[in-house]
Nanobody
Framework: QVQLVESGGGLVQPGGSLRLSCAAS????????MGWHRQAPGKQRELVAR???????TCADSVKGRFTISRDNAKNAVYLQMNSLKPEDTAVYYC????????????????WGQGTQVTVSS
C-alpha cells in the first residue's frame, strides 16, 4: 500500500501565499508523476499542476504565473507554491501520484491524499 500525506492548507487573504506539501510512503518502486488536483463545492475535481519524474510540468491555465509545482524525487515528495491567491482558488486540494510498485513492465497505480482545505477570503 501507498500513503500520501498532505500538509500546508489553511485560510489566507486574497493576494496571499500558501505552500502545500505531499509526501508518499509505502510500497513504492518509483513514481511516474505527482501532482495536485482541487475540488470546489459543487464543482468537479480539476487538475491544478502535475510534474513527471523527468521534470515535465503541466499546469492549469487558471494558475499559470501564480502557482509553482516542484518535486523532490529522493523524498517522494511534491510541493505546490501558491502565490497571489484569489477567492476562486478556494477548494480542497488533493495530492495525486502514479506509482510503480515493482521493477520492469507492469501496472501503475493511482493514489490520492486525503485532501487539504485552502480557503482564500478576507
Amino acid at each position: 500500500q501507498v500513503q500520501l500525506v498532505e500538509s500546508g492548507g489553511g485560510l489566507v487573504q486574497p493576494g496571499g501565499s500558501l505552500r502545500l506539501s505531499c509526501a508518499a510512503s509505502g510500497s513504492i518502486f518509483s513514481i511516474d508523476s505527482m501532482g495536485w488536483h482541487r475540488q470546489a463545492p459543487g464543482k468537479q475535481r480539476e487538475l491544478v499542476a502535475r510534474i513527471t519524474n523527468d521534470g515535465t510540468e503541466t499546469c492549469a491555465d487558471s494558475v499559470k504565473g501564480r502557482f509553482t509545482i516542484s518535486r523532490d524525487n529522493a523524498k517522494n515528495a511534491v510541493y505546490l507554491q501558491m502565490n497571489s491567491l484569489k477567492p476562486e482558488d478556494t477548494a480542497v486540494y488533493y495530492c495525486h501520484a502514479v506509482v510503480r510498485v515493482k521493477a520492469g513492465p507492469g501496472p501503475k497505480y493511482n493514489y490520492w491524499g486525503q485532501g487539504t482545505q485552502v480557503t482564500v477570503s478576507s
